[in-house]
């Protein structure tokens, strides 16, 4: 199938997950919601993949079409397990704020349509070259989100074990593995020993290393089998974030993770506010002395840090923001990514149809011609059919691309239909998204 098509029947299937983790679409009482967390590059994605058996495409390890948050789901015993990929925080390309705001809206909505989470895991590489400052970081984002009393549903799974590692016949290799571990449980006791204390478990992400994917599955699914037997005997309260963000109605700044984000902010702010009096204090002395060479580059480290100010306080703002604010934001971008994807889609589909026919008329032409010149050329008559035939298996396979296209076309229609119709019969509601 051609890219506009394959992207659509993705983001048509993408479009009915979302509408379940969303709650706009009933699912059986025995499926299951998880959220998979950890800083960025530890992996989610990747675990996701393994476990759902889903080979990600660059529409879904970029960030998707909701810029960040994906929803994907597998057949457990005939239950269907939702994994909720989310995006970490302190991430370089994008600031928490923005990770926050979409975070609010999805977490929300399915909170207010009342899907509830019903576990946790979170991802920790034992790279060395996560620093500790982002790890700590996203484990204190993810508590101030969950705000639990008790994390019996929660797991941490130490990924980016080295490749083969399971192979360990060598000294070498044995010797890393030895080293691994032995980091693997200060990072543990370091980062996660008061979670543990409340019930959380550990394990290991595919811990030999292997690149065998129906070993990778099977380890995947066997963490998250213990975390499905767990919501099965231990309902989780409901997440802190989304409790008082929906329920009571707080604006952002006011929710526990709005706090802590706003309190980063403050400091952030006064460093920036700082650096700027000892710039400007310089830029004074500078001027008297009549050094332009000094000056021109003291202006410059000024104009930087304004525009890291004004992005602070960009970001201050948005922590003013209620849910129905943000909800309506994501709301019509969700709807005009749809419509920019349904033009380019109909526009694709024209365009092969306009070809086709254009093959088929010169098909036609081609065959009349051979008929009328080689009459009686018997042997001539068969080189120019042959040639014909090539044409006509290239016109049916074009045929073939037609018809799955506009399947997925169909597919991605009703898609959007269905969701949005939802959507406009819950006008007025909290609950609506998308
Ligand atoms: N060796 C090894 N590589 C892994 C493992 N998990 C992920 N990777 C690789 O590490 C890179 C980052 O993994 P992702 O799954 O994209 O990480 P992520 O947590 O989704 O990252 P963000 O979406 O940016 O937050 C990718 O190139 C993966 O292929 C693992 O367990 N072992
Ligand atoms: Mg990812």
Redesign the pocket.
Known sequence: MNDAGTACERLAGNARRFAAFTGLIEVDPLDRFFLIV??????????I?RCTDQEMGPSE?LPSCTDSINVFNYKWHGRRIHLI?T??FN?PNRSDIETLKVLSTYLGASYANEVRIDGILM?QSIKSDNTGTTNRHNIDMVKAICGFTGYRNFGIAT?????ESGRNDDRQTWNQCVFLRNREAEIIQKYYGDLQQDGAFSCR??ET?TWNPYEQKAHAQNIMSQLIELSDGYKPEALQFPREFIHERRILAKTSVGTYVGIQLYKSMKAYEAHMAEVTAEMEKAAENEDAENLAELTEVRDEIEGYLSQVHQDQAILKGTFEDFHGDEQMEWKEKMDVLETDFREEIDRKETELLELEDMVRGMRKEAERKYRLDRQKKEEAMDKVEDYQEAIESSREEMAQSRGAYKQFRSAKTEIFNKLESEEGGVCTIM
């Open positions: 950890g800083a960025p590059g530890s992996g989610k994605t990747e675990f993949s390890r990929d995006p970490g991430d991802l990924t980016m074990w080295p490749r992400f595919n290393g």
